[in-house]
Protein backbone atom coordinates (compact mmCIF):
# COMPACT_ATOMS: atom_id res chain seq x y z
CA UNK A 1 0.00 0.00 0.00
CA UNK A 2 1.70 3.53 -1.31
CA UNK A 3 1.53 6.18 1.88
CA UNK A 4 1.61 9.64 0.75
CA UNK A 5 2.76 12.12 3.38
CA UNK A 6 1.88 16.15 2.69
CA UNK A 7 3.50 18.51 4.98
CA UNK A 8 4.43 22.39 4.54
CA UNK A 9 1.26 24.45 4.63
CA UNK A 10 0.53 27.15 7.11
CA UNK A 11 -1.04 30.11 7.39
CA UNK A 12 0.43 32.84 4.85
CA UNK A 13 -0.62 36.86 4.27
CA UNK A 14 -1.71 37.28 0.39
CA UNK A 15 1.45 37.68 -1.48
CA UNK A 16 3.46 35.11 0.41
CA UNK A 17 5.04 31.88 -0.49
CA UNK A 18 5.32 28.63 0.85
CA UNK A 19 6.61 25.13 -0.25
CA UNK A 20 4.58 22.09 -0.13
CA UNK A 21 6.42 18.56 0.56
CA UNK A 22 4.97 14.92 -0.59
CA UNK A 23 7.06 12.21 0.69
CA UNK A 24 6.10 9.04 -0.37
CA UNK A 25 6.77 5.04 -0.09
CA UNK A 26 7.52 2.85 -2.53
CA UNK A 27 9.59 4.74 -4.64
CA UNK A 28 6.80 5.83 -6.61
CA UNK A 29 7.61 10.01 -7.02
CA UNK A 30 10.11 8.71 -9.83
CA UNK A 31 8.35 6.16 -11.60
CA UNK A 32 4.93 7.55 -12.07
CA UNK A 33 3.08 10.71 -13.25
CA UNK A 34 2.77 12.69 -10.10
CA UNK A 35 -0.38 15.74 -9.13
CA UNK A 36 -0.51 18.38 -6.62
CA UNK A 37 -4.42 18.64 -5.78
CA UNK A 38 -6.31 20.98 -3.72
CA UNK A 39 -9.56 20.86 -2.39
CA UNK A 40 -11.21 24.19 -0.79
CA UNK A 41 -14.35 24.41 1.24
CA UNK A 42 -17.57 23.37 -0.41
CA UNK A 43 -16.23 22.73 -3.84
CA UNK A 44 -14.82 19.94 -5.07
CA UNK A 45 -10.90 18.52 -5.49
CA UNK A 46 -9.36 19.83 -8.52
CA UNK A 47 -5.75 18.81 -9.85
CA UNK A 48 -3.44 21.84 -9.99
CA UNK A 49 -0.18 20.64 -11.03
CA UNK A 50 1.33 17.81 -12.30
CA UNK A 51 5.19 16.80 -12.70
CA UNK A 52 5.05 13.47 -15.41
CA UNK A 53 8.19 10.97 -15.57
CA UNK A 54 9.87 12.90 -18.42
CA UNK A 55 9.78 15.68 -15.49
CA UNK A 56 7.82 18.33 -17.49
CA UNK A 57 5.00 19.55 -15.83
CA UNK A 58 1.78 21.24 -16.27
CA UNK A 59 -0.10 24.02 -14.62
CA UNK A 60 -4.36 24.58 -13.83
CA UNK A 61 -4.64 28.04 -15.15
CA UNK A 62 -5.37 29.38 -11.77
CA UNK A 63 -1.55 28.65 -10.31
CA UNK A 64 0.22 28.88 -13.90
CA UNK A 65 3.28 31.25 -13.30
CA UNK A 66 2.53 31.22 -9.23
CA UNK A 67 3.23 27.66 -8.55
CA UNK A 68 5.75 24.84 -8.88
CA UNK A 69 6.23 21.36 -8.85
CA UNK A 70 9.61 19.71 -8.77
CA UNK A 71 10.80 16.55 -7.30
CA UNK A 72 14.05 14.90 -5.52
CA UNK A 73 13.97 11.17 -6.56
CA UNK A 74 16.88 10.22 -4.11
CA UNK A 75 14.27 11.27 -1.34
CA UNK A 76 11.50 10.19 -3.09
CA UNK A 77 9.81 13.34 -2.65
CA UNK A 78 7.75 15.87 -4.44
CA UNK A 79 7.97 19.69 -4.07
CA UNK A 80 4.83 22.71 -4.63
CA UNK A 81 6.28 25.59 -4.39
CA UNK A 82 3.57 28.38 -4.52
CA UNK A 83 4.40 31.81 -4.77
CA UNK A 84 2.33 35.28 -5.24
CA UNK A 85 -0.45 33.41 -3.05
CA UNK A 86 -4.22 34.72 -3.08
CA UNK A 87 -7.17 34.25 -0.54
CA UNK A 88 -8.44 31.73 -3.50
CA UNK A 89 -5.63 29.83 -2.33
CA UNK A 90 -6.74 28.69 1.07
CA UNK A 91 -7.54 24.84 0.62
CA UNK A 92 -6.09 22.03 1.84
CA UNK A 93 -3.43 20.43 -0.72
CA UNK A 94 -2.89 16.70 -1.33
CA UNK A 95 -0.89 14.88 -3.25
CA UNK A 96 -1.22 11.66 -5.30
CA UNK A 97 -0.62 9.65 -8.60
CA UNK A 98 -2.21 10.66 -12.04
CA UNK A 99 -4.97 9.78 -12.36
CA UNK A 100 -5.78 9.24 -8.74
CA UNK A 101 -5.73 6.26 -6.59
CA UNK A 102 -7.71 6.04 -3.49
CA UNK A 103 -4.93 6.22 -1.33
CA UNK A 104 -4.75 10.12 -0.25
CA UNK A 105 -2.99 11.67 2.70
CA UNK A 106 -4.29 13.99 5.34
CA UNK A 107 -3.31 16.51 3.45
CA UNK A 108 -1.92 19.98 4.09
CA UNK A 109 -3.82 23.22 5.11
CA UNK A 110 -2.85 26.27 3.46
CA UNK A 111 -4.57 29.25 4.48
CA UNK A 112 -4.21 32.81 2.88
CA UNK A 113 -5.22 35.43 4.77
CA UNK A 114 -4.31 38.93 6.36
Known amino acids: QVQLVESGGGLVQPGGSLRLSCAASGGIISITDMGWYRQAAGKQRELIAT???????NYADSVKGRFTVSRDNAKNTMYLQMNSLKPEDTAVYYCNVLPPKPYWGQGTQVTVSS
Open 51 to 57: IFRDVSS
